[in-house]
């Protein structure tokens, strides 16, 4: 599988997204009881590899599911993607507020899901940068992720 190099030192625009320039350190990752640190999430992101993402068809169009993701975003720096192959691109996932009762909530504007012609999607690969700086990965066949 290849995959996106991501480093320590990545730079991030004002809306979150790597860019050159600016360095991120690792967060502090004392637990908070809310799942909003990387020693918190990754245990769960672990065991529920399988449903980081999902692709279903509806409307003659093959939609991508990060609902899964978003819901555990808390503890995490970025998700970059890849379909098919191609380009590696960033998922937009929405601040966690620690001052609310459930930051892990996703809001009612959040992006959940991409929208490609249909039977495009035939691999999705993900990875995950951490707030403690660590990396993890899965590269998914359509016919797994597939929702009947």
């Avoid at 991508?64 to 998700?79: A, Q």
Wanted: aromatic share 8%; hydrophobic share 45%.
């Amino acid at each position: 599988m290849r995959f996106f190099g991501l480093v320590a030192a990545i730079c991030i625009s004002p809306a979150g997204i790597a860019t050159a320039g600016e360095t991120r350190i690792a967060e502090d990752q004392t637990p908070t009881g809310k799942f909003m640190t990387a020693t918190e999430i990754r245990p769960i992101l672990t065991a529920t590899k399988g449903n980081w993402v999902a692709v279903r068809e509806y409307g003659g169009q093959d939609l991508v599911y990060f609902t899964h993701l978003l819901s555990w975003r808390c503890g995490l720096h970025s998700v970059q993607y890849s379909i098919n192959g191609g380009d590696i691109q960033e998922f937009p996932i929405p601040e966690c507020p620690a001052d609310i009762a459930q930051p892990n909530a996703i809001p009612d504007d959040a992006l959940i899901y991409l929208s490609l012609d249909k039977g495009v999607v035939q691999s999705v690969e993900i990875e995950l940068l951490y707030d403690d700086l660590g990396v993890d990965s899965a590269m998914f066949e359509r016919a797994a992720i597939l929702i009947p």
